[in-house]
């Protein structure tokens, strides 16, 4: 089992930078690809990033591309999602991920995390 905690959320406004973090426990972190997806209201859940065991490759939907970082310390067993230049269009639920397999588009992790929310004003 693998258990992982977001942290970072908030309320900020439009072209403003917010950094969420992913604390991961449990198995072995580095043993896992990391991603990030989103869920705005009555909308489905998006892919937004994901990170290989290593942190050397990366991967990014177009919506976020040139925006948004996605970043590992596997050291802290952490991932991290730097989020730059964000519109109020950004506004959702942020879930962290885990998935023994790297995929450019994560689309079905193993593990979730509980979320947290990030909102954008205008």
């Known amino acids: 089992q693998v258990q992982l905690v977001e942290s970072g959320g908030g309320l900020v406004q439009a072209g403003g930078s917010l950094r969420l973090s992913c604390a991961a426990s449990g198995r072995t972190f580095s043993s896992y690809a990391m991603g990030w997806f989103r869920q705005a209201p009555g909308k489905e859940r998006e892919f937004v990033a994901t990170?290989?065991?290593?942190?050397?490759?990366?991967y990014y939907a177009d919506s976020v591309k040139g925006r948004f970082t996605i970043s590992r310390d596997n050291a802290k067993n952490t991932v991290y999602l730097q989020m730059n230049s964000l519109k109020p269009e950004d506004t959702a639920v942020y879930y962290c991920?885990?998935?023994?397999?790297?995929?450019?588009?994560?689309?079905?992790?193993?593990?979730w995390g509980q979320g947290t929310q990030v909102t954008v004003s205008s």
């Open positions: 990170v290989s065991w290593s942190g050397g490759s990366t």
């Open positions: 991920a885990a998935d023994s397999i790297l995929r450019a588009t994560m689309t079905n992790p193993d593990y």
